[in-house]
């Protein structure tokens, strides 16, 4: 398998990015009505089933560098619906890191994990989606 990345952060930037959030709750949702795929084609990744961002041919993926925080409960944050985080896409385009810190909260069988994660295209050679 060959992967290739494209991070569209960018180094420096003036305006103050809003945090956000979205709930990724897969558990009571049947395989084949899921939008979200979380860590199949690498351990790191959210892989949404949306191709949100004009130009880009690529689903709306986000990865995380550090290990996700594990918490007990959930934290008390305003959860954008998946049709908020698709506009804030779409609006956003390749400049979503520059704009917005990302935060996907997951529900886990015996709490939830928080990763703070950034905008990447990728696509994989050899896999039809």
Excluded at 1 to 8: G, K, S
Excluded at 20 to 39: E, F, M
Excluded at 92 to 108: A, C, Q, R
Excluded at 118 to 129: A, M, P, W
Aim: net charge positive.
């Amino acid at each position: 398998m060959f992967c290739v990345f494209i991070n569209y952060s960018s180094g420096f930037s003036q305006t103050k990015k809003e945090t956000i959030y979205y709930l990724a709750d897969t558990a009571g949702v049947r395989p084949g009505n899921q939008i979200l795929v979380i860590g199949q084609e690498l351990k790191n990744i959210y892989s949404f089933a949306c191709k949100c961002i004009p130009t880009i041919n690529a689903y709306l993926n986000f990865t995380y560098g550090d290990k996700p925080k594990f918490l007990p409960s959930l934290p008390n944050h305003r959860y954008l619906a998946w049709n908020e985080l698709q506009n804030i896409a779409y609006e956003s385009g390749t400049k979503f890191n520059e704009k917005y810190i990302f935060y996907i909260v997951e529900k886990l069988p015996n709490g939830y994990q928080e990763a703070l994660v950034e905008f990447k295209v990728f696509r994989l050679s050899g896999t039809t989606h």
